[in-house]
């Protein structure tokens, strides 16, 4: 298998994978306060792992796409790989936080109580609650290299660059503002986005 | 020192010292309770903090040997470049994990009492949950990349896959047995590879 196939296919299948995961799957959702989510999640852990699986596997398979493309345009060396290059740098360190908090999301679900992983919990749902932000900033910026490279561009127009960025700000505006409502727009649109790209991908005559 | 000598040194020594630190120094087993194992870190703090530097030490330049093998697949392109590419990304997230865990053992064994060791045992054991997983998921691709770009022994290629199997499937197992298997097949892996790299460079 050749890397832009790959690419397109770690994003495509990636995002939908992810999205089963977290959608059908997973049984807590974004906006559940720790001691809920925590409550969940030990309450039915089968789900709660194939969810995790899913979701988490998903979600690391479509942050390698992602990575993927960022590295292209960052060797490029044209107009956006300064920008590419600090994408590159923060989606390993997402990808990093997912195996993290992956680990910690095992444990809470194979708990017997909430209160006999109480630290773990916290320390999870804080790490949860941060990482839109690395990841906000790490798509804001490919979104910027994207534009400015003029890539990956819809009939002409930076239609996806644009969803990249105004994904990224509602991630990172949601964890400034403490409001996780606003991931319910944030996550969609930088699925969308990473579907789009997966499918330039794909479609790519490179 | 050229590139092949180096990764060939950091996995055939990076094994060693792994289980020479954790079979030999560090002072607590995985099977023992929490409770036990951080009373064991925080009774000899001299001996705990040797085993982790040189224990976690040893993984992390493993691993390290491990990333450089699959980022030249990447960037010689060919058969195995794809599988590589993955597997280079996996490694990169396990050695700061690794980094992670290791600075958390450490403070376990600096705690000012057993409540506050144990807490932080309970979080570096939570996040070691997922590594095996990971772990085993980068060596299944690293050995796939293995047999089609045939820079290595297909023998090599096998050992990878098997061993990644196996630590995929430690985390659900839950099993002692398949802990030390996957834990020595990591340990194989890095040695055959190492091996070969050095023969490589001779």
């Known amino acids: ?206 | 020192m050229d590139s092949k000598m180096q990764t060939s040194l950091l996995l055939i020594l990076g094994t060693v010292v792994m289980f020479a630190a954790f079979f030999f120094i560090y002072p607590t087993r995985p099977v023992e309770l929490a409770r036990e194992q951080t009373l064991n870190l925080m009774t000899d703090t001299t001996l705990a903090k040797a085993g982790i530097v040189l224990g976690y030490g040893g993984v992390v330049a493993m691993i390290v040997g491990l990333l450089g093998v699959s980022r030249t697949m990447f960037m010689k392109g060919g058969a195995g470049a794809s599988y590589g590419n993955i597997a280079f990304v996996l490694f990169v997230a396990l050695v700061a994990s690794m980094i992670a865990r290791a600075c958390i053992e450490l403070g376990v064994t600096g705690a000012p009492d057993l409540t506050s060791g144990l807490l932080l045992l309970n979080i570096e054991n939570a996040m070691a949950s997922t590594t095996p997983l990971v772990m085993g998921v980068a060596m299944t691709l690293l050995g796939l990349g293995i047999y089609f770009a045939k820079n290595f022994h297909v023998g090599v290629g096998a050992i990878a896959i098997i061993a990644g199997v196996i630590n995929i499937v430690r985390p659900f197992a839950d099993n002692n047995g398949l802990d030390l298997a996957g834990l020595v097949g990591f340990g194989i892996l890095a040695l055959t590879v190492g091996i070969s790299k050095m023969r490589a460079s001779a």
């Open chain 1, 1 to 206: 298998m050749d890397t832009k196939r790959q690419t397109g296919l770690l994003l495509v299948l990636g995002t939908i994978i992810s999205m089963v995961g977290w959608i059908a799957f997973y049984p807590a959702d974004p906006t559940d306060a720790a001691a809920v989510w925590a409550t969940k999640l030990i309450a039915d852990p089968d789900m709660a792992v194939t969810g995790m699986v899913l979701g988490f596997g998903g979600t690391v398979a479509l942050l390698i796409g992602l990575f993927n493309i960022a590295r292209r345009i960052t060797m490029g060396n044209g107009a956006g790989s300064s920008y590419a290059n600090v994408s590159t740098i923060l989606i390993l360190a997402t990808i990093t936080l997912l195996v993290v908090v992956a680990g910690f999301e095992f444990t809470v679900a194979g708990a017997e109580s909430v209160q006999a992983v109480g630290p773990v919990v916290g320390v999870a749902y804080a790490m949860n609650s941060t990482m839109p932000l690395v990841l906000g900033l790490a798509v804001i910026a490919l979104g910027v290299g994207i534009a400015l490279e003029k890539t990956y561009q819809i009939k002409n127009l930076p239609i996806v660059a644009l969803l990249g960025v105004i994904s990224g700000v509602i991630l990172v505006a949601s964890v400034i503002a403490e409001n996780t409502d606003w991931q319910g727009i944030g996550w969609p649109v930088l699925m969308l986005t990473t579907l789009a790209l997966g499918v330039l991908r794909l479609r790519a005559s490179d």
